[in-house]
């Protein structure tokens, strides 16, 4: 006998694993810091390459007064204040998705946490219906 | 109005009928369209600048996922301007690179946006994105409709320089690199158009949010008002000199479009609004339920008319139990 309850939990649950689900599902097998560092790693090395593209960019603009001017300048300030430019970059990035993946982190374990909850409910149901 | 309805229902019957093959075709449609439009306005290398190549790729396109249309679409854009000249192909390279590792990477869900904000612009209609994008997105819908306006932004400019870049020698190549990327930076017009666009996101996010009847129709109101004082200010201060009357009568085009989607997705009678007060052991609830407005689609009768006896008719009918 079809058990119209239990069928229409697990369409629902079925379809929650196919859409939202599987990202869900996907963050959920990390634990909280692994998943947020091992972004923050990505979000950080990213905006390494987005640095030296954008300062490239910056050198090539202007290559001829750059190349001319390079023997007057005070390499060391210019280099500290590059480094500084990019430690600024990089910080407020990763802050950035330090943010986003905590904020995403809890939304999908809050999720998941229906979602074992319906599982429950579902091996329940089976019990029940076994006894029965 | 009920025959709108009725239409409505039909169609979303349909949809969810045949949503296996519709979403793919969709797809197949927006990268064709897509890769169509690239080619004509860029088609400088031919090897990728003929249909059966678009047709396999927009093939390829409507069976993979949304994003890769963006990746095909920038792919395209980069051959051809690879072909036409190395430093474009550079610049506009590094801008697409910086989009994807500070924003793009992120994986937001409305990455399409990348794709349809240039297409709109083409078709002089591009109000209707941070509208829309207000309406069914959240704020940060305005940063994938800044990366949108970036993007159609680069491609416009160096279609729009391509003899003057054309015209300098091959030995210029750090002047032809300068001149590119102060035509980027330096545009002021598409400094304007993303403020305006993402105060119109954000406006018409907030608005619509709000707990007051007719809330979507006052938000998409107040997103085309607010378009459009935005980017006149914007005009009269930097002196750009967009036409008055495309933008105007773009956002009224848009405007209306956007009053197709609220049909179908935001119909609702607020005569019928009901307020109901309830708690349980944790909280107080107080719901405003508006209800949508919905028409019973209208059954055919099929009457079987058959010469053979009544009887003979009816036991050729299956039964369900």
Partial sequence: ?132 | MTTLLVAKQILLTIYSKYEVYITPLLKFLLALITLCLINSRLGYMETINRMTVVLIVALMCSFMPMNFIVLMGAVFVLLHLYTFSMECAAVIGAGFLLLFLLYLRFSPKDTVVVVLMPLCFLLRIPYVVPISMGLIGAPTSAVSVACGVIVYYMIHYVTQNATMIAAMADEETAAKFKFIIDGLIKNREMVVTIAAFAITVIIVYLLRRLSIDYAWTIAMTAGAVVNIMVLLVGDLIFEINQPLLGVILGTVVSFLLVLVLQFFVFYVDYSRTEKVQFEDDEYYYYVKAVPKVTVAKPEKKVKQISSARSGAGRSTRPTHH
């Avoid at chain 1, 689900?21 to 692994?34: E, T, V």
């Avoid at chain 1, 500290?80 to 990019?86: E, G, N």
């Fill in chain 1, 1 to 132: 006998m079809l058990n119209e309850e239990r069928v229409v939990l697990m369409t629902k649950m079925a379809s929650y694993e196919a859409r939202d689900g599987k990202k869900c599902l996907a963050i959920g097998s990390y634990f909280r810091s692994d998943y947020i560092g091992w972004q923050v790693l990505k979000s950080i090395i990213s905006a390494t390459i987005a640095f030296v593209v954008v300062f490239a960019m910056y050198i090539f603009y202007d290559f001829e007064i750059f190349m001319t001017e390079i023997y007057k300048m005070d390499l060391l300030e210019f280099a500290k204040s590059i480094l500084y430019l990019y430690l600024g970059t990089v910080g407020t990035y990763a802050f950035i998705s330090y943010v986003v993946y905590t904020i995403r982190y809890s939304r999908a374990s809050r999720s998941l946490r229906a979602y074992y909850m319906n599982l429950h409910k579902l091996s329940a149901m089976y019990k029940n219906e076994k006894k029965g």
